[in-house]
């Protein structure tokens, strides 16, 4: 199984970006989909998760300002980014909670390769 994300990038603040993960691979099922970030100097943080039957949870400094969702038929969830601020700016990890089909009764957290997302003007 592998977590593909794509999307980040610079943007000036006050503008949007949008993260994708895709997950690849001998899946079962997912349960929770979803991204943490991560700036310099600071603990990985929870941003935003979103289970299969859509019920959603952001970070506090988030709420408002981005939207996760997902699509199940392609494995895939987004992270709609808008009035992005510079303390946004981190290292945005996806993850995903499934079973695979060679372990069907367990489910295990899989990660994707961070992507940068800098907001400076």
């Known amino acids: 199984v592998q977590l593909q994300a794509s999307g980040g990038g610079l943007v000036q603040p006050g503008g949007s970006l949008r993260l994708s993960c895709v997950a690849n691979?001998?899946?079962?099922?997912?349960?929770?989909m979803g991204w943490y970030r991560q700036a310099p100097g600071k603990q990985r943080e929870l941003v935003a998760d979103i289970t299969g039957g859509d019920i959603t949870k952001y970070a506090d400094s988030v709420k408002g300002r981005f939207t996760i969702s997902r699509d199940n038929a392609k494995n895939t969830a987004y992270l709609r980014m808008n009035s992005l601020k510079p303390e946004d700016a981190a290292v945005y990890y996806c993850f995903a909670t499934l079973k695979t089909y060679d372990i069907p009764n367990y489910y295990k957290a899989y990660w994707g390769q961070g992507t940068q997302v800098t907001v400076s003007s």
């Open positions: 691979g001998s899946i079962f099922s997912i349960s929770n």
